[in-house]
């Protein structure tokens, strides 16, 4: 059954006991009420139901002050049975007052937007301190539950108020992560409802399975060392790292592979010194299409050392200014398309050179294959493609020289005509945008 949200599905002495004794409320996973939990309001909505019909209870002072659907306090020396009984509470915080009105205990709910590639395993966990141990959710997939962030003296001795991020992290899976205080710009956290996006997807660079990560080379020889700041060198020109990756000659794909591997223990995985959870630790690589990049942390850059050299073309260093390095190579970057070409099952893409275009001498320009650069868009946000910088002659074109594009996408049912200009650089962060206008015109109805 489904998150009640009606009391006519809560059930006295059934799935919602009152103990007028010791003032308790127990919420239990009986008569339709299963783990997928109660709304706080509905609990709520409940009681008020059952002291307003029941001889007994209306003896005694109304647990509950509503604040708002998504936000109580217990009062009048009532409070939750167990934990077993918050665990099932949905879409609601609260905090437990005392008789001047000062927290005892207070729980916010999380609430994740967005889904889990697959609800029944993938499961969430968080940090609720920066020193603190991580913590899985009760349930897995997408989370809608209660989390203690305050207890005073009697009641935990805790304050989780002010620090609180959420990880997803599942093998061969994309990575989530969400720090609510940073991301919401709040200073403190409350007994209240926090709605968050996180979610995940299959991730097509790991191929290779966790017994063939720890057993087998090159990952065994590969690594990862904090550092206060390390030089090195890029076409010529030094540049400062924190964080150094040793690619032990794997290829970018074993490299990331490694590292998300990495970033899945519950142990330090740092090879110096410094210590780092990995399970809690920033991510450090990232795929744009085919091409790795580092990525900039509150430590600092990062680089990869001991890359096969195969892939010097396809990678980006961040580093400790948060720029972008890259070796002189064959360029590279991605097309970039908005919704309206995305939805289109029509749209189609070309680059051109500029030079020619607008006339019958148009050429378009071919990638480092010698393919041209040109396609239907197929429902993808972005395709990545590559340029022979240092030899393509096309068209006249002097090698080794930013290349001006002309580039142009065009759907039908939901995207407008779109140009875009601009230049080819020596680099493999090009990107070039297609934000089309939403189709309003367009008929076609035979």
Same mark, same amino acid.
């Given at each position: 059954?489904?998150?009640?949200?009606?009391?006519?599905f809560?059930?006295?002495?059934?799935?919602?006991i009152?103990?007028?004794?010791?003032?308790?409320? $127990?919420?239990?996973?009986?008569s339709g009420?299963? $783990?997928a939990g109660? !709304?706080?309001?509905?609990?709520?909505?409940?009681c008020?139901?059952?002291?307003?019909?029941?001889?007994?209870? =209306?003896?005694?002072?109304?647990?509950w002050?509503?604040?708002?659907?998504?936000?109580?306090?217990?009062i009048?020396?009532w409070?939750?049975?167990?934990?077993?009984s918050?665990?099932?509470?949905?879409?609601?915080?609260?905090?437990?007052? %005392?008789?001047n009105g /000062?927290?005892?205990?207070?729980?916010?709910n999380? !609430?994740?937007l967005?889904?889990?590639?697959?609800?029944?395993?993938?499961?969430a966990?968080?940090q609720q301190?920066?020193t603190g141990?991580?913590?899985?959710?009760?349930?897995?997939?997408?989370?809608?539950?209660a989390i203690?962030?305050?207890?005073?003296?009697?009641?935990?001795?805790i304050?989780?108020?002010?620090?609180f991020?959420?990880?997803l992290?599942e093998?061969?899976k994309s990575?989530?992560?969400?720090?609510?205080i940073?991301?919401? *710009?709040?200073?403190?956290l409350t007994?209240?409802?926090?709605a968050l996006?996180? $979610?995940?997807a299959?991730?097509?660079?790991?191929?290779?399975? %966790?017994?063939? =990560?720890?057993?087998?080379?090159?990952?065994?020889?590969? #690594?990862i060392?904090w550092?206060?700041? !390390?030089?090195?060198t890029?076409g010529?020109i030094?540049y400062?790292?924190?964080i150094?990756?040793?690619?032990?000659?794997?290829?970018?794909e074993q490299?990331?592979?490694?590292?998300?591997?990495?970033?899945?223990?519950?142990? %330090?995985?740092?090879a $110096?010194?410094?210590?780092?959870?990995?399970?809690?630790s920033?991510?450090?690589?990232?795929?744009?299409?085919?091409?790795?990049?580092?990525?900039y942390?509150?430590?600092?850059?990062v680089?990869? %050392?001991?890359?096969l050299?195969a892939d010097?073309?396809?990678?980006t260093?961040?580093? /400790?200014?948060n720029t972008?390095?890259?070796?002189?190579?064959?360029?590279?970057? /991605?097309?970039v398309? *908005?919704?309206?070409?995305?939805?289109?099952?029509?749209?189609r893409?070309?680059?051109?050179?500029?030079?020619?275009?607008?006339?019958?001498?148009a050429? =378009?320009? *071919?990638? /480092?294959?010698?393919?041209?650069?040109?396609?239907?868009i197929?429902?993808?946000?972005?395709?990545?493609?590559?340029f022979?910088?240092?030899?393509?002659?096309?068209?006249?074109?002097?090698?080794?020289?930013?290349?001006?594009?002309?580039?142009?996408?065009?759907?039908?049912s !939901?995207?407008?005509?779109?140009?875009?200009?601009?230049? =080819?650089t020596?680099?493999?962060?090009? #990107?070039?945008?297609?934000?089309?206008?939403?189709?309003? *015109?367009?008929?076609?109805?035979?």
């Amino acid at each position: 059954m489904a998150k009640i949200v009606d009391p006519d599905f809560l059930y006295r002495d059934l799935n919602v006991i009152f103990d007028t004794t010791g003032k308790t409320i $127990s919420v239990l996973q009986a008569s339709g009420l299963t $783990s997928a939990g109660v !709304t706080l309001q509905c609990l709520y909505s409940f009681c008020k139901e059952q002291w307003k019909s029941q001889n007994d209870l =209306i003896k005694y002072p109304f647990p509950w002050i509503a604040i708002t659907a998504e936000q109580f306090e217990l009062i009048n020396g009532w409070n939750f049975k167990s934990s077993g009984s918050t665990v099932l509470i949905r879409d609601g915080g609260w905090a437990l007052k %005392d008789t001047n009105g /000062n927290s005892q205990e207070e729980y916010m709910n999380l !609430t994740t937007l967005g889904s889990f590639n697959n609800s029944s395993v993938d499961t969430a966990y968080y940090q609720q301190s920066s020193t603190g141990t991580s913590t899985a959710t009760v349930y897995p997939g997408e989370v809608n539950q209660a989390i203690k962030i305050y207890g005073d003296a009697t009641h935990g001795n805790i304050n989780y108020r002010t620090y609180f991020k959420i990880y997803l992290r599942e093998q061969a899976k994309s990575y989530g992560y969400y720090d609510l205080i940073v991301a919401q *710009n709040l200073s403190t956290l409350t007994y209240k409802k926090y709605a968050l996006p996180i $979610s995940n997807a299959l991730d097509l660079k790991i191929t290779h399975s %966790d017994t063939v =990560i720890t057993g087998s080379t090159p990952y065994t020889g590969m #690594s990862i060392t904090w550092t206060t700041g !390390t030089t090195r060198t890029i076409g010529g020109i030094p540049y400062t790292f924190s964080i150094l990756i040793n690619g032990n000659n794997g290829t970018a794909e074993q490299i990331y592979e490694y590292v998300q591997w990495s970033l899945r223990q519950p142990t %330090d995985i740092d090879a $110096s010194i410094v210590s780092r959870i990995g399970k809690t630790s920033q991510e450090l690589l990232t795929f744009v299409g085919d091409a790795l990049k580092t990525n900039y942390t509150t430590d600092g850059g990062v680089f990869i %050392d001991n890359f096969l050299a195969a892939d010097t073309n396809r990678l980006t260093f961040t580093d /400790n200014t948060n720029t972008q390095r890259t070796f002189p190579y064959v360029a590279a970057g /991605n097309l970039v398309f *908005n919704d309206n070409l995305k939805n289109d099952t029509d749209a189609r893409y070309w680059v051109f050179f500029t030079t020619g275009f607008d006339s019958s001498s148009a050429l =378009i320009v *071919n990638d /480092n294959s010698g393919n041209p650069i040109t396609g239907s868009i197929s429902g993808r946000t972005s395709i990545s493609f590559d340029f022979d910088y240092q030899n393509n002659t096309q068209g006249g074109r002097t090698p080794n020289t930013d290349a001006n594009y002309t580039a142009i996408a065009i759907g039908l049912s !939901t995207g407008q005509y779109v140009l875009s200009t601009g230049s =080819i650089t020596k680099s493999t962060a090009n #990107s070039i945008n297609f934000v089309a206008a939403l189709e309003r *015109n367009y008929s076609n109805p035979i």
